[in-house]
């Protein structure tokens, strides 16, 4: 992270495994509290699987990292404007999954909903909305 005054870095993020992602798109939750980074598909992550971690930006190291959510690369995150705890992802494996950070550390339970495009493309989240207590997405396919 860079202080956007002085340019410097104020903070450096890794994930355990020495590091060995490689980022594609990332979100801040409202509260400016936890950072949310998806990562392109990586042969040293077990299975193979794209992963989105979580880090308190305090913290060096993540909070949580979730493996099974995409089986490519994450193409976007994005947290809810002003529910800090829910947060989207979008992948070129055509899955759109609405998660609950309040879920975790039970990785299987952070998964609230999962959207299928049915087709190999590049999902842009565009809204994620709170509804009735349950999230969910709008896509924009381009």
């Known amino acids: 992270m860079w202080d956007i005054r002085t340019g410097d870095v ?3 993020y890794s994930v355990g495994n020495g590091g060995q992602i490689a980022p594609s ?3 801040i939750n409202c509260s400016d509290q ?4 998806g990562s ?3 042969n040293n992550v077990d299975d193979k699987d794209a992963i989105v971690a979580l880090w308190d930006v305090r913290a060096t190291e ?3 990292v979730i493996t099974e959510a995409h089986s490519d690369d994450v193409t976007e995150v994005r947290f809810h404007p002003a529910r800090g705890n829910v947060f989207a992802t979008g992948s070129t494996d055509g899955l759109v999954n609405i998660c609950d950070m309040a879920q975790l550390p039970d990785e299987d339970e952070v998964i609230l909903h999962t959207l299928n495009s049915g087709r190999h493309m590049c ?5 994620v909305c709170h509804c009735e207590s349950r999230a969910f997405s709008g896509m924009l396919h381009g």
């Open 10 to 12: 104020v903070q450096r």
């Open 25 to 27: 798109c990332c979100d």
């Open 34 to 37: 936890v950072i949310c980074v």
């Open 40 to 42: 392109n598909l990586v």
């Open 62 to 64: 993540p909070s949580a």
């Open 123 to 127: 999902c842009t989240l565009a809204t």
